[in-house]
């Protein structure tokens, strides 16, 4: 077998899990059988399982990538600008994504593995609201009558009602001046 | 055949809805079988759709059912009062429930005809969730900054977002600040 580059290999996984998070949007969690992956993917099973142990590691694997993705946003923007990209990407593609994530919740709530190895992804993003939250209330832009992890709670409410909204296939045109009241509810009112 | 009374025509209309809700809840929407939903209502297939045409219209009933009560509150309390029922009667039934709802997120995207028959208990929803915005607005306990549309996007989102929350198994105990967060927000300031 010829030797491959770690470059190589980096770029082989990024290739599955696009492949891998387009087949999950179309097909949903259980639809997205290993022959579909292999069509997404244009690659054969034993290329895909030598990268990812099973699909369920696979559909963990690209939450992974979009908490990275998100986490690197909430630590310069906050979470109601992961909120705002999420509107702007508002697709076909985006919805179903999210509405195979909602489609694992009786498997959360049943399968306590499943839900350790899911929950460690949102961690990330919770543990990074809540440090930008305590930077910005330093700052003094924050209201301070409410506690931090209050406040964060209330971001991952309106973040958790966006992706339900979104899975859910309703417009998100509209959505723009809701998030404005989001992010008003947990700043200092201008005139304190 | 013996002569069926309507009300006993309406109890067991309310038995099977009852029966097929838990059914639901436990196996989710594509896991409720016919046998399981004999099982759980102690009814036979025969009994149970000559009162629902199909599985998915039972499915759609049980939700018109709960839009009933969450019209009733809203009405007289608000949306923010459904979800505090939501987080007090916060039980694996309740959790189950919301998760087959999400179950169907896929279906509400690709199948416009189960679309609209599910949008329509919701419909009601939200516009008892405006009715009751314009009345608190002539009232003066709204905050008149904003219009009265956003606001109740606003409410609607965070339903959803306890919805995910609850459907996802997460704990609810906490949530309570959160919600007293969510009301403040479309209230008018106590020092305006």
Redesign the interface.
């Known amino acids: 077998m010829p030797r491959v580059r770690p470059d190589q290999l980096a770029a082989r996984r990024r290739e599955i899990l696009a492949g891998a998070r387009a087949c999950f949007a179309r097909y949903?969690y259980?639809?997205a059988t290993v022959r579909l992956l292999e069509k997404e993917t244009g690659l054969s099973r034993g290329a895909i399982f030598h990268h990812f142990r099973d699909k369920e590691s696979l559909f963990i694997a690209v939450a992974q990538d979009d908490a990275a993705t998100m986490v690197a946003t909430v630590e310069q923007f906050g979470l109601v600008q992961v909120m705002r990209d999420l509107l702007h990407r508002d697709d076909?593609d985006t919805?179903?994504w999210?509405?195979?994530q909602?489609?694992v919740?009786?498997r959360?709530?049943t399968d306590p593995d499943f839900?350790s190895r899911w929950s460690a992804p949102t961690d990330a993003v919770v543990a990074a609201t809540r440090e930008r939250l305590s930077r910005q209330r330093d700052a003094g832009v924050l209201r301070s009558d409410?506690?931090i992890?209050?406040?964060a709670?209330?971001l991952?409410?309106?973040?958790?009602?966006?992706?339900?909204?979104l899975?859910?296939?309703r417009a998100a045109g509209?959505?723009e001046?809701?998030l404005d009241?989001?992010e008003?509810?947990v700043r200092r009112?201008a005139h304190d």
């Not at 991952?156 to 909204?165: Q, R």
């Open positions: 949903g259980e639809g076909a919805a179903g999210l509405g195979s909602l489609e919740s009786r959360l709530r839900a409410v506690p992890d209050t406040l709670k209330f991952e409410l309106a973040y958790d009602g966006l992706v339900l909204h899975a859910m296939g509209d959505l001046p809701v009241l989001v008003a509810a009112p």
